[in-house]
């Protein structure tokens, strides 16, 4: 910075100065003095100024820096996201067009198919249509076969009923015959009733007398008898062993033998 040096009026050129000069140029030298210890003070003050705000500013950028590199790093993690969803979409989306892409023929033969059930559904609802005019006019036809059902249902009633009652009965005779010491009577009801629940069971017996008693030759006759009309029966099996029995000349061993009917109606329970 130049140096201001006060021009002070020359007076006069005498050798002694007076004391107002001398004064005034001590006023002025004070008054340079402070102008130059102002100005040498403010820019001190000033400079500090610019230090803090250059060290504030410093801070601030630094700062400010910080934040940014803070957005870029979310900005960046963003965009790396948002490329994978767009990557993500892309290929679901190709996944989706491929579907399409294979559902479409089907939907071509679906709209077919559904053409043809409709075609279908017309004829049905044709025929349907001539059924009940069919039923209409059978109506009173209808009518007379449930009257004839409702008899016949009551004649199957009676004839069960006859038959449980017929059953009844030829199951007492039976007992009282298979009671009897007579073989041939049991051969006789066997002959009499050789269609009958009983017949087996009257045959298997009445060889068993015969057996018991040694008559040997009517005895096997009587298994034989099963063996040939009723070899399904239960007594089927009896009677090869006894007919094996005979062949051995074995004596007669009692065994025991239930009742078991021929046949007998599943409609009616066994009496």
């Known amino acids: 910075m130049a140096s201001i040096k006060p021009r002070i009026p020359a007076v006069g050129r005498r050798g002694n100065k007076s004391p107002v000069a001398t004064t005034f140029a001590a006023l002025g030298w004070l008054l340079f003095l402070f102008f130059c210890w102002k100005c040498t003070s403010t820019l001190s003050h000033r400079r500090e100024k610019i230090a803090e705000i250059g060290a504030n500013h410093a801070e601030l950028h630094k700062a400010l820096q910080a934040r940014i590199n803070k957005q870029n790093s979310q900005v960046s993690s963003i965009k790396l996201k948002a490329g994978t969803d767009i990557n993500d979409n892309n290929t679901e989306q190709a996944k989706l067009i491929g579907i399409n892409n294979a559902l479409q023929p089907q939907l071509e033969n679906a709209e077919a198919e ?133 062949n051995k000349q074995q004596l007669y061993q009692p065994q025991e033998f239930g009742f078991h009917p021929w046949r007998i109606l599943s409609i009616i329970d066994n009496p």
């Open 114 to 246: 559904a053409a043809d059930l409709k075609t279908a559904l017309a004829m049905l609802e044709q025929e349907i249509g001539g059924t009940r005019d069919s039923l209409a006019v059978s109506s009173e036809n209808l009518k007379g076969l449930e009257t004839k059902l409702n008899e016949l249902l009551q004649e199957k009633d009676k004839l069960i009923d006859d038959y449980e009652r017929r059953y009844v009965e030829m199951k007492a005779v039976y007992e009282v015959k298979l009671r009897a010491e007579d073989a041939m009577q049991l051969g006789h009801f066997y002959s009499s009733h050789r269609h009958t629940p009983f017949a087996p069971a009257a045959a298997f017996f009445t060889g068993e007398k015969l057996y018991q008693t040694e008559d040997f030759p009517f005895a096997e006759k009587h298994y034989g008898e099963i063996l040939r009309r009723y070899p399904k029966s239960e007594y089927a099996s009896y009677a090869i062993e006894r007919i094996e029995q005979l």
